[in-house]
């Protein structure tokens, strides 16, 4: 069975039930046809380099609560990445970044059971300005060197920072 927060379809009421469509099990309205597709939630996340450290935040929330990641935050429908990306490292650390090249896209097939993104796109930023200080959901914000990395959340944020520390050393 899919998993999935509808019992009852969203257009007539009527309760769903699972069938097959196309290649997997789908949850159906037997009275409208209507079908349930389960998007990914889509996160998005910036990687800020400044004065040979990088910013990460403290996470508030689960998943990885109290570990520190990159700011990042989820993509709404209809909203642009890149501006989500800024918006974010601003509501985390009130700084103003502005978002250039794409560094990376992430699939994360355990995110259905942390209640993370399960698409991860990464980007990198230039920092433009504003006073560090944690908020929104970050318990504490930083700039950190390669060696002084505290205990780090998710896979994509140790993929960047090992990508950023590798980048570091070949300069």
């Keep these: 069975m899919p998993r999935s927060e509808f019992v009852y379809c969203p257009r007539c009421a009527t309760r769903l039930v699972t069938r097959p469509v196309g290649d997997r099990p789908r949850q159906v309205c037997p009275q409208c046809d209507f079908i349930h597709f389960t998007d990914p939630k889509v996160g998005i996340g910036v990687l800020v ?95 950190f060197s390669p060696d002084e990395m505290p205990e780090l959340a998710f896979a994509s944020t140790h993929d960047a920072i090992q990508r950023w520390q590798q980048a570091e050393t070949d300069e």
């Design 49 to 143: 380099q400044h004065q040979g450290k990088v910013l990460l935040v403290q996470r508030a929330m689960t998943p990885e609560q109290g570990k520190w990641s990159i700011p990042a935050g989820f993509l709404d429908h209809g909203e642009e990445p890149k501006a989500v990306a800024a918006r974010e490292v601003l509501e985390e650390t009130n700084l103003r970044v502005e978002v250039g090249e794409l560094l990376g896209v992430y699939h994360n097939p355990l995110a259905l059971e942390q209640g993370g993104a399960s698409i991860f796109i990464l980007y990198r930023a230039r920092l433009l300005g504003g006073e560090l200080r944690a908020g929104d959901d970050a318990l504490a914000a930083g700039f």
